[in-house]
């Protein structure tokens, strides 16, 4: 079991984890980094890491070695990169002067090639800075969700119906992103009679929906 890291080595392990993400493997191709810590809550850390090509990762620990991936389409990475843009790639201050209740601690971080800034900010009144953060937990939504359908199919398959059902309600309210990511487990489920009647034909049924929506 991994010992509890320390405040003080959890922010230079969240700040190592930054530069190697957006370095080691990237150090020419632009990258945006998103994380949010934010104790007491569920999770109490969370980062995401977008690469310009659309490559993705999320993790819910700073030292995670095994992330999440996924990819966004082109669309949705200009978007994002767009908004980045509109943000001066995190060169001034986002923080709100207003006095608003903690709501975790944000941190955009962008590098590309030499070029290297970040901003840390609660709230923020900026339009582009609050769409940003929207997008962002958007595709932390996306991974829990993902995480927690993959979780119940393999350890709880009562519990899949359940794991569907809000799957399904949080592509209803748009908050899912890069849907592809969930159609290997809908079609495991939809195919394999160990899953009640009910789980594959509402598994299929959401696969079906995402392949219709797709350009």
């Known amino acids: 079991m991994k010992r509890p890291l320390s405040r003080a080595n959890r922010s230079l392990t969240v700040a190592a984890l930054l ?6 493997s990237w150090a020419a191709d632009p990258v945006l980094t998103y994380s949010r810590a934010f104790p007491g809550s569920v999770p109490a850390f969370m980062l995401v890491t977008l690469e310009k090509s659309g490559d993705a990762e999320y993790r819910e620990a700073p030292d995670d070695d095994q ?3 996924f990819k966004l389409t082109g669309e949705d990475v200009q978007a994002v990169f767009g908004l980045a843009e509109k943000l001066d790639y995190f060169k001034r201050p986002l923080e709100s002067p207003l006095k608003v209740a903690f709501m ?4 955009f971080h962008y590098e590309s090639g030499d070029s290297k800034s970040e901003v840390k900010f609660n709230y923020s009144e900026d339009p ?3 769409a940003l953060v929207d ?3 958007r595709m932390c939504e996306s991974a829990q969700h993902r995480i927690g359908l993959e979780r119940a199919a393999k350890y709880d398959r009562l519990g899949v119906v359940k794991a569907l059902t809000l799957l399904e309600g949080a592509m209803d ?13 809908l079609d495991r489920i939809s195919n394999n009679e160990v899953y009640m009647h009910t789980a594959r ?3 299929a049924g959401i696969a079906e929906a995402i392949r219709a929506n797709k350009p």
């Not at 899912?176 to 969930?182: G, M, P």
Request: aromatic share 8%; no cysteine.
């Open 128 to 130: 582009s800075a609050q």
């Open 173 to 185: 309210r748009k908050r899912l992103v890069a849907l592809d990511q969930f159609l290997p487990m």
């Open 104 to 107: 975790g601690t944000k941190t």
């Open 135 to 137: 997008w962002f937990e």
């Open 67 to 69: 992330p999440l991936k």
């Open 19 to 24: 530069i190697l993400a957006a370095g080691a």
């Open 201 to 203: 034909a509402q598994a």
